[in-house]
């Protein structure tokens, strides 16, 4: 189905961009500014909305919307169209991006009150929108591309929006050099998709003469589950060449680090783009390759690995902040591992329903930081807070109810999705790939982190709203400056403020999204829950999403016999427009037996437990000592970026002071063109005395060069003219 | 005992030869100006003694023109030469070795 309205929505942001930029930098009128931007916004947002449930909507029919803008570059076989489409994933995604990103821009408006470049700022983050919407409606790898680099590129400058300050540029750069690595895996695989299959469209689409590489591969066979696959040029090699971009976008191991530094830029900068919505990117990324991972064993257990000791490894480090970004951006990066171990366990609807409630929760999360920080006069430190639930109701309610959806606890959105993950992880061992042992150590790190979880974020809420106010107190270590980045340039001596709740503009945001973090769960509630209390509630995320996603082949672990691979569900039945995989297997009752609905039922409840152990775990170690001294490797993150700088940094740094710069540059090259200019100037030393203004020495040369003429027309006679040219 | 051609050439070729010699070892120039016109001098004495020996009158034609060419150049060359010696006070052309007056 075409349908142009879809273009809207990704062009309706970069009209507000554009007016922004070129009009609002001239009337400087807050009011006219954010009016354009949110209005732009919310122009994609009803559109996106319109186009996903009307009937016939993306998100109501197995056939994609189409929207064929222009063939973009058309050589030979390659083709890459300006297409969008938006199918039933793509569809999910521009909604809850559209809708989180249009409450994050009215919070801005009111968090950016009196900033100097107002107009700058929400040019980029509307800006950023398009690119966000371009990336997740293109309908080709290309595309895509384009859209991942445009968001790239908004990240680096939002990132460094407090251009006066040096850290926030150096934050700037690191993000977008630490992409720039994953970005190069992510091209080699758009090639080496090219080069496999002829195509890098995700759809069929007759109209226009186009393949979906996606079905292409979804015909091969599945790769063997063997490290030798990865370097092999075969869909194992693909899909960990797309993990490596994912990696660099969605920060995961070893290419998180951007992350934390990231939280230089603004707040609403880092709820927009570095939690809810391009960090997922790569998810998003994974899941739209759903058919190419599930061809390639070795690649899902690479991600689920990466994943898991992602989660662990961010939700240690996040247990031992101080600032109280730091914590929200290392709870990022956990969270983010966690939805890629789903990817790598096969469970790819929960890594895009943890995708959704994340969205919620953090996005909340961290405007809730942002209303903190405003409220507390910029301050970042949560060493400096305390009590703060008496000054600002509203903020401590809306993140109550954050803290309880990321901690796990029943009803609240984080529950379900996580739930949803644990559970796969478990249940993948004994249904799919990899083997049990490896799927019950992965569901035991998955629960680690969820404990940790429940505990850094009890200690962050505990830290900021509880407790003793200990931002009256003079801070004697204030002088030393150690606490890096703050939020914003003018923190004024911190002379005594009383702490004041946020104006209605950034307080509106919060309920709203403290509202769909209560609720947002209901959407994809498993049937084994739904079932214990009586009711029968519709799986609508699995429902929805389900025929997009390939399948896992089930069978291949070590020593079964199966050679072919056995499908979980139906094998994908190829059709027009639609990706390839349409399961018709939709009775909640056939896909679940009785013993598995018991083992669900019992890992919620164990997960239930844990969160609420984390819970009552921090309560008890930070409540009365909030500010307890953390292990110094923790607090240092540990060390990884000293790490980074000694083992890459400083030697590139090195290298290419005294060998490309000191050797290469100033010995081959500069010594080059200074031999050239000495041959020059010893030439002309010598030549010079020709022409040395005598007129007697220019007659006698005159006259020698007559001579010689002469005379050898007089030797060898006239003759010899045959000799010239 | 009659002239002969040879005769001519060789004493062409004598006057040729002070001229340029004296060009290049004159300092003075308007004794290097002088041997410029005893070298033009020299070259008309060929072309009218092969004028003779062949019976055509080509070669004088030829002395005609290098004649006239010659009074035009003593004409400009005198001129500069009076611009240099106002300029420099010298007619040493080892003096006027820059280009700028």
Redesign the interface.
């Given at each position: 189905m075409e349908n142009n309205l879809l273009s809207l929505i990704i062009f309706a942001p970069l009209a507000g961009a554009a007016i922004n930029w070129f009009l609002g930098r001239r009337l400087r009128d807050e009011r006219f500014i954010g009016v354009v931007a949110c209005g732009a916004v919310a122009v994609s947002t009803v559109v996106a909305f319109y186009l996903a449930f009307k009937s016939g909507g993306a998100l109501r029919s197995t056939e994609p919307v189409f929207d064929h803008l222009w063939t973009w570059i058309h050589v030979g076989k390659f083709r890459a169209d300006f297409g969008l489409a938006m199918d039933r994933l793509s569809g999910t995604y521009a909604l809850f991006v559209t809708f989180v990103g249009f409450l994050i821009h009215v919070f801005a408006v009111g968090y950016m009150h009196k900033d100097e470049g107002f107009y700058r700022f929400f040019a980029f983050l509307n800006l950023f929108m398009f690119a966000m919407l371009t990336l997740v409606l293109a309908d080709n790898f290309l595309l895509m591309f384009v859209g991942w680099e445009g968001v790239g590129l908004c990240s680096y400058l939002l990132i460094g929006y407090y251009i006066d300050r040096k850290e926030a540029g150096d934050a700037a750069k690191k993000a977008f050099i630490t992409n720039r690595v994953g970005d190069w895996g992510f091209v080699m695989g758009i090639m080496l998709t090219f080069f496999l299959t002829g195509s890098i469209s995700f759809f069929n689409k007759p109209a226009h003469g186009v393949t979906s590489a996606l079905q292409t591969i979804a015909a091969l066979s599945v790769d063997p589950f063997t490290a030798h696959a990865i370097v092999a040029g075969g869909v194992t090699s693909i899909a960990i060449l797309l993990f490596i971009g994912a990696a660099g976008k969605s920060a995961q191991i070893p290419l998180y680090v951007w992350l934390p530094d990231a939280m230089a830029g603004p707040t609403p900068v880092s709820a927009l783009i570095h939690a809810a919505t391009m960090v997922t990117a790569g998810v998003y990324m994974i899941v739209r390759c759903s058919a190419i991972y599930t061809h390639a064993p070795t690649a899902m257990f690479v991600v689920a690995v990466i994943g898991a000791a992602t989660a662990l490894f961010a939700a240690t480090i996040g247990i031992a902040q101080n600032d109280i970004k730091k914590v929200l951006a290392y709870s990022t990066i956990s969270q983010l591992g966690y939805m890629f171990l789903a990817c790598g366990m096969g469970a790819f609807v929960a890594a895009i329903f943890h995708v959704i409630t994340h969205a919620f929760f953090k996005a909340l999360l961290f405007l809730g930081s942002g209303s903190v920080i405003h409220g507390m006069h910029h301050e970042q430190d949560m060493r400096r807070m305390g009590g703060l639930k008496k000054y600002m109701p509203i903020t401590f309610a809306t993140m109550l109810t954050g803290w309880l959806a990321i901690s796990g606890i029943p009803i609240f959105a984080g529950f379900f999705s996580k739930d949803e993950i644990l559970w796969r992880t478990w249940s993948a061992g004994l249904f799919t790939l990899p083997s049990p042992p490896w799927s019950n150590a992965l569901w035991f790190v998955g629960a680690l982190t969820a404990l940790l979880t429940a505990v850094y974020m009890t200690r962050m809420m505990v830290m900021t709203f509880w407790g003793t106010e200990r931002f009256r107190e003079k801070h004697l270590d204030h002088a030393a400056g150690a606490q890096g980045i703050h939020d914003d340039a003018h923190h004024d001596d911190h002379a005594v403020h009383e702490p004041h709740e946020s104006p209605w503009l950034m307080t509106v945001p919060l309920i709203v999204l403290a509202i769909l973090s209560t609720i947002g769960g209901f959407i994809g509630v498993p049937y084994a829950l739904g079932s214990l209390v009586g009711l029968h509630p519709t799986n609508y995320i699995e429902q929805t999403l389900d025929p997009v996603i390939a399948k896992l082949p089930v069978g291949k672990t070590e020593g079964a016999p199966a050679a072919e691979p056995v499908w979980l569900s139906q094998p994908p039945q190829p059709t027009d427009g639609a990706p390839a995989f349409v399961s018709l297997d939709e009775s909640p009752e056939g896909a679940h037996s009785a013993e598995e609905i018991r083992a669900e039922r019992l890992l919620a409840l164990v997960s239930v437990a844990i969160g609420a152990f984390g819970i009552v775990l921090g309560w008890i170690i930070f409540q009365r000592r909030p500010l307890l001294a953390m292990p110094r490797i923790l607090e240092n993150k540990y060390y990884v970026d000293e790490i980074y700088d000694a083992v890459l940094i400083n030697p590139i740094n090195a290298g290419s002071r005294e060998g490309l710069w000191k050797i290469f540059d100033v010995g081959v090259i500069d010594g080059f063109l200074h031999a050239i200019g000495e041959v020059v100037i010893d030439g002309g030393r010598v030549i010079r005395h020709l022409q040395?203004?005598?007129?007697?020495a220019y007659?006698?040369i005159i006259?020698l060069g007559a001579v010689a003429v002469i005379g050898f027309f007089a030797y060898f006679g006239v003759h010899a003219m045959h000799f010239l040219p | 005992m009659e002239p002969q051609l040879s005769w001519y050439l060789a004493l062409s070729a004598v006057l040729f030869t002070i001229g340029a010699a004296g060009v290049i070892i004159k300092r003075n120039v308007i004794q290097m100006f002088m041997c410029i016109e005893l070298m033009l001098n020299a070259v008309n004495l060929t072309f009218i003694a092969f004028s003779s020996f062949f019976q055509d009158v080509t070669g004088q034609l030829f002395v005609f023109i290098v004649m006239t060419v010659a009074a035009a150049e003593a004409a400009v060359g005198l001129g500069i030469i009076i611009a240099i010696f106002r300029n420099r006070e010298s007619l040493d052309v080892d003096d006027a070795s820059i280009l700028k007056l």
């Open positions: 040395g203004g005598f007129v007697r007659a006698a006259l | -």
